[in-house]
Structures are given as structure tokens and as C-alpha cells.
């Protein structure tokens, strides 16, 4: 599986963003899919993860009910909705992908990883 992450940029603080990340090559097979990022200094963490058939949803508790994490199997996508953004949700986000069913924050659980889109959110 290929996946390629896009749509980051500058925001200011409270406003928002949207990721995408499209998947090529098996994409036949059951996923979960998911977002991690990483801070400058710091270790990359969890953000969210979607299961690819079943659509259930995970999120770290520092973003829970201000992103939405959603996909589109048509099109082999999912998006990352990014809401009242803060300047601590800066980071270079990634997504990434694991096989099978089951939900996982635990990135060395994902085999698949895109390059990193880089979010920047100004005070």
C-alpha cells in the first residue's frame, strides 16, 4: 500500500484544516488507517485511526471532539477535519496504514507510512 498525505499549511490559532490521504495498490485488503504526528523535539504520537471496512473510530484524548477523521472508499481516502486548532497541534502529521480489523495507537503496529504533511498553527 502507497499513501500520500496533503493539505497542510498555516492556519492561525481556532481555525482549521483539512488532510487527505490517498491509498493506492492493495487496497482490497481490510486496513486501519491512521494519523500520527510529530513535534519538533518530540516523539511521534497517535492522533486518530478509522477502520477501513467497519468505520469505527479512535482518537488521542488531546484532539477527541475537535477533529474528525473520516474516509471515502470510492475514492481510497481519508481526511483528516482539524477544528479549533491550537498552536501546540503543530507538527509534520503522517498517515499511516496496518492490516487487518483491528484499532491500534501503537505506530509500530503500522506497516504502511506516507510522507508527513507539515501543520502550523500560528497564536
Known amino acids: 500500500v502507497q499513501l500520500q498525505a496533503s493539505g497542510g499549511g498555516l492556519v492561525q490559532a481556532g481555525g482549521s484544516l483539512r488532510l487527505s490521504c490517498a491509498a493506492s495498490?492493495?487496497?482490497?485488503?481490510?486496513?486501519?488507517m491512521g494519523w500520527f504526528r510529530q513535534a519538533p523535539g518530540k516523539e511521534r504520537e497517535f492522533v486518530a485511526c478509522i477502520g477501513w471496512r467497519s468505520g469505527m473510530r479512535s482518537y488521542a484524548d488531546s484532539v477527541k471532539d475537535r477533529f474528525t477523521i473520516s474516509r471515502v472508499n470510492a475514492r481510497n481516502t481519508i481526511y483528516l477535519q482539524m477544528n479549533s486548532l491550537k498552536p501546540e497541534d503543530t507538527a509534520v502529521y503522517s498517515c499511516a496504514a496496518r492490516l487487518g480489523a483491528d484499532m491500534s495507537d501503537n505506530l509500530y503496529e503500522y506497516a504502511y507510512w506516507g510522507q508527513g504533511t507539515q501543520v502550523t498553527v500560528s497564536s
Open positions: 495498490g492493495r487496497t482490497d485488503s481490510n486496513y486501519v
